[in-house]
């Protein structure tokens, strides 16, 4: 099992390339495992994992590809082809390109595991209904789209502190389980309204916790870091 240093992973959700590098630095040697996500990747993405290469850290390539099955293979082989530990699709965008994301990583060799994106946490049922005509609840999408992920061939799937338990008694324990909005003990919830504490997250069944401004924010990111690792019991 990883340690649990490996299984905190910093989102870099910043502006641009020198911003991102002060982050990784300020943290040292005791971050492993980084989010690069869409801001990031179109500011300075391939800069910005020759840094991170560079440094030995291991990179969550979060682009969340969603296109038709053809696009989504060749672009699932790029993402693969940079050396990603971990990628995100969208379940949404069906069976047939999550296949075809599977078929494109495989065929690139390396190592990328592919999660799929369920619902995202920024529409709730009343959108779901109102704009995109879906009737069905949250409950019940969120782990019928993680077990249709699973069939396509992903290794695991994003998923906030709500649905955790759920998914981990649905989906078993070899699935992985990315959890984002997480706050330490004590710390202020901004923006995010689902929020477990990094043990919360843990005991309910994640398997790696992303983390971005109680770290990226913090005056001091290493300490913050570290105090989240040392939370969730590692
Ligand atoms: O700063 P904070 O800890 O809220 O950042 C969480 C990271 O996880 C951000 O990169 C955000 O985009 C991502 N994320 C999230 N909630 C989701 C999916 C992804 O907060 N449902």
Do not use: W
């Not at 709730?124 to 396509?152: C, G, K, M, Y």
């Not at 005991?203 to 924010?217: D, F, K, L, N």
């Amino acid at each position: 099992m990883e340690q649990m240093r490996e299984r905190v992973i910093v989102a870099l959700d910043a502006p641009g390339r020198d911003q991102a590098l002060r982050l990784v630095e300020a943290i040292g040697d005791h971050g492993v495992f980084y989010k690069v996500g869409l801001e990031l990747y179109i500011a300075a993405g391939d800069a910005v994992l020759a840094d991170l290469r560079a440094a030995g850290k291991k990179v969550f390539l979060d682009l969340k590809l969603f296109d038709i099955p053809n696009t989504v293979r060749g672009a699932a082989g790029c993402v693969a082809g940079k050396g990603a530990a971990l990628a995100t699709v969208h379940a949404l965008g069906g069976a047939a390109m999550m296949r075809a994301a599977r078929e494109g990583a495989d065929a690139a060799g390396g190592q990328t595991r592919l999660l799929g994106v369920t619902i995202l946490t920024s529409l709730d049922e009343e959108t779901l209904r109102s704009e995109l005509h879906i009737q069905r609840s949250i409950p019940f999408l969120v782990p019928d789209l993680a077990l249709r992920a699973r069939a396509a061939g992903l290794d695991g799937v994003v998923a906030s502190g709500l649905e955790l338990p759920l998914l981990r008694e649905r989906l078993g324990d070899e699935f992985l389980i990315v959890t984002p909005g997480i706050r330490p003990a004590g710390g202020d919830v901004a923006d995010q309204k689902r929020v477990l504490t990094p043990r919360q997250a843990f005991e309910r069944g994640a398997s790696y916790i992303v983390v971005g401004r109680p770290i990226t924010g913090a005056p001091d990111p290493r300490a913050a870091f570290l105090d989240i690792v040392e939370q969730a019991g590692g």
